[in-house]
């Protein structure tokens, strides 16, 4: 069946601006996470989605980052006034509760 | 604070020859480890979890708690097992990663 997409798969945007990027999970799978993957830093957990459960926002680097879950389905991850630290590659997975997380092939953001 | 520790970023072994790739966890519970795979220019792929003991693609990983690991190892090493490998914990809906090794099988 059909895996977590992520859209779209390359951004290019200049400094200050805001960018949007979006994520449709696995259908049925209640859980959604946002990461992103720097050069060298690994990967870093951002925000987490489960159900109608308020979201798990602890790993959101700053007030320019927000994400929300339409429908308990497709979720935007917001960047505002972006910086060139902001580049990287943000990675969505879904998974059904407390299950094997299944990641989609990640959105690679470039602030110049 | 917790912390999951992959001292390697970068591992080169030759074919044919055994790997291991380290990863320690400080965490004084019952962890949940896991190891992820990201093959070039593909999404990250679950390779193994501790719980599920199971042997994927030749590579196992055993979890000591003694020493606070979660070493993957495989013992002959082919060269599509070149890739970025990350050893993560997860507990309480909190992802600890490792920084991550970058795995090189020369021929």
């Known amino acids: 069946g059909a895996g977590v997409s992520q859209s779209p798969s390359n951004k290019v945007t200049e400094k200050g601006k805001d960018v949007e990027l979006r994520c449709d999970p696995i259908?049925?799978?209640?859980?959604l996470y946002w990461y992103r993957q720097s050069l060298g830093q690994g990967l870093e957990f951002l925000i987490y989605?489960?159900?109608?459960?308020?979201?798990?926002k602890s790993g959101l680097p700053s007030d320019r980052f927000s994400a929300e879950r339409t429908g308990g389905s497709v979720s935007t991850l917001t960047i505002q006034r972006t910086q060139q630290e902001d580049s990287a590659v943000y990675l969505c997975?879904?998974?059904?509760?407390?299950?094997?997380?299944?990641f989609g092939p990640g959105t690679r953001l470039l602030v110049l | 604070a917790q912390r999951v520790t992959q001292p390697e970023k970068l591992l080169s072994v030759f074919k044919g020859a055994p790997v291991e790739l380290k990863c320690n966890y400080s965490?004084?519970?019952?962890?949940?480890l896991f190891w992820y795979v990201q093959y070039s220019r593909q999404r990250l792929q679950l390779l193994l979890r501790?719980?599920?003991?199971?042997s994927i693609k030749g590579f196992t990983a055993d979890l000591n708690k003694g020493e606070t690991s979660f070493h993957l190892k495989k013992p002959f090493a082919q060269e599509e097992d070149s890739a970025m490998y990350y050893c993560?914990?997860?507990?309480?809906?909190?992802?600890?990663w490792g920084a991550g090794t970058k795995l090189i099988i020369k021929p």
């Open positions: 501790h719980i599920s003991r199971e």
């Open positions: 997975a879904s998974s059904p509760v407390e299950e094997t997380q299944y």
């Open positions: 993560y914990h997860e507990e309480n809906y909190q992802l600890i």
């Open positions: 259908s049925g799978h209640t859980a």
């Open positions: 989605f489960q159900g109608n459960s308020a979201p798990d």
């Open positions: 965490y004084s519970g019952s962890p949940e």
